[in-house]
């Protein structure tokens, strides 16, 4: 069984920035890949970012350059740094672990376990 723990949420001014943590616990952290997803009010849970077990990472269109996403295995932490955050990044934010699934990288279905996220506001 995997714990995730969201963290760093907050409300902030369209330009700010914000970094998102997400602490595990319960499996070998370095052996699975990550992601971020966010959900907005009355609309589906998307893709945000994702970091394979090797490190390689991805991003939605709607955030690179903007958005980066690492881990450090040691801390057993993964993290978000958003920056130029828009209104439209508002949403509550969830890390996900693959653990045993498997599937296209930026698919909800593709990930076991999820943590109960942490809700992001951007005023303008």
């Known amino acids: 069984q995997v714990e995730l723990v969201e963290s760093g949420g907050g409300l902030v001014q369209a330009g700010g920035s914000l970094r998102l943590s997400c602490a595990a616990s319960?499996?070998?952290?370095?052996?699975?890949?990550m992601a971020w997803f966010r959900q907005a009010p009355g609309k589906e849970r998307v893709f945000v970012a994702y970091?394979?077990?090797?490190?390689?990472?991805a991003y939605a269109d709607f955030v690179k350059g903007r958005f980066t996403i690492s881990r450090e295995v040691a801390a057993r932490t993964l993290f978000l740094q958003m920056n130029n955050l828009k209104p439209e990044d508002t949403a509550n934010y969830y890390c996900a672990t693959s653990g045993d699934y498997g599937g296209w990288y930026n698919a909800v279905t593709s990930y076991q376990y999820w943590g109960q996220g942490t809700q992001v506001t951007v005023s303008s």
């Open positions: 319960g499996a070998t952290f370095s052996s699975y890949d």
């Open positions: 970091i394979s077990r090797r490190d390689t990472t």
